[in-house]
């Protein structure tokens, strides 16, 4: 399998048929991990605001937790390619707030490129993101930061009106210089319609099988959430089953006195007449 390095490599990814792997990470930790495999692109996405914030929405994320998560996920995956999100309200007020705000998070954070969410209203932003040599992957479909106006975290683009605004959308986005865009929550024939027009590639989350790459939010696809079970997940671990057991079996070790172990103690070192150091 070809290992994705840059930019170049989504659209060679397309033209070869090689699909692409996305995965979300927020930290250390899991980007340790996240590196080792062959994941091909790690996304810091917004929606630390409901994993690891446990916000309802990712309205309130902020430019300054998106730098911060980011630093410690380019720490943990030096190698990967990283997009991070550009969180809600800062690339809507000017599009010199937006290179600004971009900007920021390309300095501070090592990130190979941004992500903002919406269609034609951003190709300005798109535009003069991409003029600033700042590399910007699209969202459509079900857009979380707007899901005030869309009414709930639904599928979008089910009638024919919907359908025909998110290809606009899509070549929109194409043609404004995105490299990439990401289908979310859109019925399996539209993203397949949008992913046939583009020769940019399509990341679909709930997009169904014909996008040119998935991506999946890394609490969601280890089963972190057993509560969180949508149609399009699909759980690769139950890690909350593992966690919890672990918990529980430490918790009893602990009070039961089998832990912590004779192995698991230090020792004290101590010389005998001769001068020999011993441990007791
Ligand atoms: O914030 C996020 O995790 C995302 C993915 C769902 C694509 O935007």
Not at 99 to 123: C, H, Q, Y
Not at 162 to 187: Q, T
């Amino acid at each position: 399998m070809p290992v994705l390095k840059n930019i170049n490599d989504f659209a060679a990814f397309k033209k070869e048929k090689v699909p692409i792997s996305m995965i979300t990470c927020y930290e250390y930790g899991f980007a340790r991990l996240v590196e080792q495999s062959d994941i091909d692109v790690i996304l810091v996405g917004d929606s630390l605001g409901n994993v690891v914030a446990g916000y309802d929405t990712t309205i309130p994320v902020t430019v300054d937790q998106m730098i911060y998560h980011a630093e410690l996920v380019r720490r943990g995956a030096p190698s990967k390619f990283l997009v991070c999100d550009l969180p809600f309200m800062s690339y809507h007020v000017s599009v010199e707030d937006s290179l600004r705000n971009a900007g920021d998070i390309m300095k501070k954070t090592g990130s190979s490129a941004v992500k903002l969410e919406g269609g034609e209203d951003f190709v300005p932003v798109v535009r003069a993101l991409v003029k600033a040599s700042i590399p910007v992957m699209g969202h459509l479909g079900l857009t979380p930061q707007s899901v005030h106006k869309l009414g709930g975290h639904t599928v979008q683009g089910r009638d024919e009106d919907k359908r025909k605004a998110l290809l606009r959308d899509a070549k929109a986005l194409e043609e404004a210089g995105a490299f990439s865009v990401v289908l979310e929550m859109v019925p399996e024939s539209l993203a397949k319609e949008i992913t046939e027009s583009l020769s940019i590639p399509t990341i679909g989350i709930g997009g169904g099988r014909y996008c040119d790459g998935q991506v999946l939010v890394i609490n969601d696809m280890l089963g972190m959430n057993e509560k969180f079970n949508p149609k399009f997940l699909k759980k690769y671990a139950d890690i909350s089953s593992m966690a919890i057991a672990a918990f529980n079996e430490y918790n009893s070790e602990v009070k039961s006195g089998a832990f912590p172990a004779e192995k698991n103690a230090f020792k004290s070192e101590k010389k005998d007449e001769s001068g020999k150091v011993y441990s007791t």
